[in-house]
DNA sequence: GCCAGCCTGTTG
DNA sequence: CAACAGGCTGGC
């Protein structure tokens, strides 16, 4: 689901109610949602020190743990006030208490009730004062990792990333520098490849090619320096502009609050084939690249 | 590179 | 029914 503008906004939206608040050991309705080498785990009385992100990794720091959290594509992270978590926190108790293991159990009556408001729960994380977080997926593919604390590098996909897209690690030369490693590779799977930047997806990736007047599949290393270097400012701004915005909602994402972004009513190309090209007016084409789906307008974007 | 696989739900 | 979905990994 979510790139870096939609990462930074539920990180934004979190790190003012979770800062300092002491946590409990944490809950996985689903097993495989909670990746540790420890077993058991003991998270319980660290307090929340920092969150941060990289990329599309959200970090949270605790005493003597960090948690690193992915989203992949449907994950959530919604905080609760007391009245709302509670009675998900005891029915969610309640279910795995005889199934430890994470099996989904019957929950009696009045549980089934609170846990049907989110179908999707996989992990709830409750704090001191009563509040909570959790985490819901739809399609089970994102996963929170705990290690020793600030071991991000732990995770093998995390300490491959290249510079997060709006770190000052990522200066001009430094995306042209990388870009120039790869210059066999189509620009949109370069853009695509969280080892050269971090943060972009497929939606960021289609508009800022449409801003930056490339077409997606044109080879890295065919592009001018000048192209090049439109492209890294288009991919700043863009990423601004949708932190401002909150992100993009088009389908189910929303920060930790609950509430949706605004950048879809932007999207110049994404989800818009065959509607016509703010800017000509063609129509927006649709093709497949890097295995994923690609819009595009043929007039405006050249090789 | 490409492609299946991981999952579940929605859309054509 | 098949195709597709905001991501990533691992096999060729």
């Known amino acids: 689901m979510p790139e870096l503008p939609e990462v930074e906004t539920i990180r934004r939206s979190l790190e003012p ?41 959200l970090l949270l720091d605790l005493e003597k743990h960090s948690l690193l959290i992915h989203l992949r594509m449907t994950g959530r992270l919604l905080y609760l006030e007391k009245s709302l978590f509670q009675p998900l926190w005891q029915a969610a108790q309640r279910q795995t208490a005889f199934c430890p293991r994470g099996e989904p159990g019957r929950p009696a009556a009045d549980d089934a009730a609170g846990l049907a408001a989110y179908p999707c729960l996989r992990l709830l994380l409750s704090f001191d004062s009563g509040d909570g977080l959790i985490f819901c997926d739809q399609r089970r593919f994102g996963r929170i990792y705990v290690y020793p604390f600030q071991e991000y590098g732990q995770q093998p996909g995390f300490a491959a990333l290249g510079p997060d897209a709006l770190s000052e690690d990522l200066t001009e030369k430094a995306f042209l520098t990388a870009l120039a490693a790869h210059p066999q590779q189509r620009i949109k799977s370069a853009l695509l490849d969280q080892q050269i930047v971090a943060g972009i997806g497929n939606i960021y990736a289609d508009e800022s090619l449409f801003r930056a007047h490339i077409r997606p599949e044109a080879l890295a290393g065919s592009l001018s320096q000048s192209r090049l270097r439109r492209l890294y400012k288009v991919i700043r701004s863009l990423l601004e502009e949708a932190v401002g915005l909150g992100g993009t909602s088009f389908r189910d994402y929303v920060n930790g609050l609950g509430q949706r972004g605004h950048f879809q009513l932007s999207l110049a190309v994404y989800q818009r084939e065959g509607e016509p090209c703010p800017v000509c007016g063609r129509p927006i084409k649709k093709t497949t690249v890097a295995g994923r789906g690609t819009r595009y307008c043929p007039s405006c974007q050249r090789f």
């Open 17 to 57: 109610l979770l800062l300092g608040k002491v946590c409990a050991e944490p809950l996985a309705l689903t097993p495989e949602v909670l990746v540790t080498e420890e077993k058991p785990l003991h998270l319980a009385g660290e307090r929340v020190q920092a969150l941060g992100r990289k990329g599309k990794y």
